[in-house]
């Protein structure tokens, strides 16, 4: 019968991810569905001007804010516990893309909740964290042309971030499904 240690550690490294990761993993995971139904709320379905648009945007903005700080969280705990290894047998391109990939989701993590930040504070709108505090701004109100600019970034940011998404996703089904090498169980 196998120790319970040898289920989360071998000779090279853990097997899974440590359990806060994973937690933050899936907490992250499921606030990124909510933001991106939220926003597209926002941007392709326009609530008019109301309580409704300032809660959604409340939101948005305040959950944003909590992405950006898990996110923090994740680097620190995932730099102290370390992450699994790809079986050897995994092919050169798909180790260099799932690094990539990794590496991609978390500097667009950390960049898009920072844009969108300002892309608010840009409108002139302070960001009131879950209506508990407000954030401080750093730009303030800006002329319209550059909120704009703003705006442009963090469209863009979601998009870069829902393909990336996809991709990592994509992964996921392909260790599962086509190779069943059991990377899946990493993040399990």
Same mark, same amino acid.
């Given at each position: 019968?196998?120790?319970?240690?040898?289920?989360? +550690?071998?000779?090279?490294?853990?097997?899974?991810?440590?359990?806060?990761?994973? @937690?933050?993993?899936?907490?992250?995971?499921?606030?990124?569905?909510?933001?991106?139904? %939220?926003?597209?709320w926002?941007?392709?379905?326009?609530?008019?001007?109301?309580?409704?648009?300032?809660?959604?945007?409340? #939101?948005h903005?305040s959950?944003?804010?909590?992405?950006? %700080?898990? +996110? #923090?969280?994740?680097? %620190?705990?995932?730099?102290?516990?370390?992450?699994?290894?790809?079986p050897?047998?995994?092919?050169?391109? %798909?180790?260099?893309?799932?690094?990539?990939?990794?590496i991609?989701?978390?500097?667009?993590?950390?960049?898009?909740?920072?844009?969108?930040? #300002?892309?608010?504070?840009? @409108?002139?709108?302070?960001?009131?964290?879950?209506g508990?505090?407000?954030?401080?701004?750093?730009?303030?109100?800006?002329?319209?042309?550059?909120?704009?600019?703003f705006?442009?970034l963090? @469209?863009?940011?979601?998009?870069?971030?829902?393909?990336?998404?996809? +991709?990592?996703?994509?992964?996921?089904?392909?260790?599962?499904?086509v190779?069943?090498?059991?990377?899946?169980?990493?993040?399990?």
């Amino acid at each position: 019968m196998a120790s319970t240690r040898s289920l989360y +550690v071998t000779d090279e490294g853990p097997a899974r991810y440590a359990v806060p990761m994973r @937690w933050l993993h899936w907490i992250t995971a499921i606030l990124i569905a909510g933001m991106f139904f %939220v926003g597209g709320w926002l941007v392709y379905f326009d609530p008019g001007d109301g309580p409704l648009k300032e809660t959604l945007y409340g #939101l948005h903005e305040s959950t944003g804010v909590t992405i950006w %700080v898990l +996110v #923090l969280l994740r680097i %620190v705990v995932r730099l102290a516990t370390g992450a699994p290894k790809l079986p050897g047998n995994t092919p050169a391109g %798909v180790r260099v893309l799932a690094t990539l990939n990794h590496i991609a989701l978390y500097l667009v993590l950390l960049v898009q909740p920072v844009l969108g930040f #300002l892309d608010a504070n840009a @409108w002139g709108a302070p960001l009131h964290w879950y209506g508990l505090f407000v954030v401080p701004s750093p730009i303030g109100k800006q002329p319209d042309a550059v909120a704009q600019g703003f705006s442009d970034l963090h @469209w863009w940011g979601a998009a870069i971030l829902l393909l990336l998404l996809a +991709v990592h996703i994509a992964g996921a089904l392909y260790h599962a499904f086509v190779r069943r090498d059991g990377v899946i169980r990493h993040m399990a």
